[in-house]
């Protein structure tokens, strides 16, 4: 196995994983209390999503945010490395623009100290720069569908490339790219609101970083490389909420008796804040305020004749699939875990024991005062 090899970005089993629990929508729910109590300064209401993925949880945010704001202009920035999840993510954009005219979504290749500011910190990439800017010509969904999709033939097959960074092996851009999306008809309402190139930073209402990091990884990584910069992009009064795996569940259960040995989860959130309480400046501290973690559970989707009557075996491979992906084994671990068998029996056995396979999410949130 390849020393860099990272599991998220294990596309299969990524995809599998979504269609085949309710995880989406059960973050957007626990989100949507703390959207309906923004209160957005001029010139619009701005959110920022740290990993787009396939676009599902941000279009629910999108829609949450239209039912409290319906006449508000909405400035929707996202960071997203994977072409595929960008395609995935434009195809969901079209009917956006048509509840809520007065939009822009801008969306970068960039990593998270760069994305909030559109600019590469890499001063020979950002001589690349793509900047991309489409005006959306027509009022239907069916109009802006046709020209995001030509968006996906000629501008990311050629300038969503990625590279292996040379220090850590984690795929990064080869060339910085930014796409800024509008409706041609709100240019002149929406003129303050759409960023200019080399001048594209935002402070944001709203950030969402939605398993932003590998599990694995210690407090101080996840607080430098995400945390960190999202708490330095926040409006005042702005929040960053925070989702990410921890454990102590069914799925989890299954992971503990292949690999007894196995703590997918060690730097949860009293890690994280210890971390930032220790080694953030105290200007920073001052500004900000922790709120509890609460954890909440999402489902395997199963139909209930698929586990009472004799677990089906598609059951079986996508708790798998879910169960390995959520705890992040790499492919050399589940290869020699399958060789085996075992893993089925005791799949089936947890399962059948729960009456289905759920799975534990830990959210919290950091609010600048």
Not at 112 to 132: G, V
Not at 288 to 306: D, G, V
Request: charged letters at 25%; one cysteine or more.
């Amino acid at each position: 196995m390849k020393k860099n090899f990272r599991f998220f970005d294990n596309r299969q089993k990524y995809l599998l994983f979504v269609t085949t629990t309710n995880e989406k929508n059960k973050i957007a729910d626990n989100l949507k209390p703390i959207i309906q109590s923004v209160k957005p300064k001029h010139p619009a209401l701005k959110i920022f999503d740290a990993g787009m993925g396939d676009g599902s949880l941000l279009m629910s945010v999108m829609r949450q945010c239209h039912q409290k704001l319906p006449n508000i202009p909405l400035l929707v920035s996202t960071k997203e490395i994977s072409m595929e999840d960008v395609r995935l993510g434009l195809e969901k954009l079209p009917d956006r623009f048509v509840e809520h005219k007065n939009t822009v979504f801008v969306i970068s290749n960039l990593n998270y100290a760069e994305s909030t500011n559109l600019k590469s910190n890499n001063r020979f990439k950002q001589k690349k720069m793509n900047w991309k800017v489409v005006k959306l010509i027509g009022n239907s969904s069916l109009d802006f569908s046709a020209q995001l999709r030509r968006l996906n033939q000629e501008f990311l097959s050629k300038k969503w490339q990625v590279e292996r960074n040379p220090k850590t092996g984690n795929p990064t851009y080869k060339e910085p790219s930014v796409i800024v999306i509008y409706r041609k008809d709100q240019e002149f309402v929406l003129k303050d609101v759409i960023p200019k190139k080399n001048n594209g930073k935002n402070y944001y209402d709203i950030i969402i970083a939605s398993q932003p990091y590998r599990s694995r990884v210690t407090a101080e990584k996840k607080v430098k490389f995400v945390i960190e910069p999202m708490i330095k992009s926040l409006e005042k009064n702005g929040k960053l909420i925070v989702v990410h795996a921890c454990g102590g569940d069914p799925a989890n259960k299954i992971i503990k008796q292949v690999w007894p040995k196995e703590n997918p989860f060690p730097s949860l959130y009293p890690a994280i804040i210890r971390y930032l309480k220790s080694n953030l400046s105290r200007e920073i501290l001052k500004e900000i305020k922790f709120h509890k973690s609460k954890k909440f559970k999402y489902m395997l989707r199963a139909l209930p004749n698929e586990i009472s009557g004799g677990i089906a075996t598609s059951v079986i491979f996508s708790a798998w699939n879910a169960a390995v992906y959520v705890n992040q084994m790499t492919d050399e671990q589940i290869f020699k875990a399958e060789k085996s068998k075992n893993y089925q029996e005791i799949v089936q056995k947890i399962v059948n024991k729960h009456k289905g396979l759920y799975f534990n999410n830990e959210l919290f949130v950091i609010q600048r005062k």
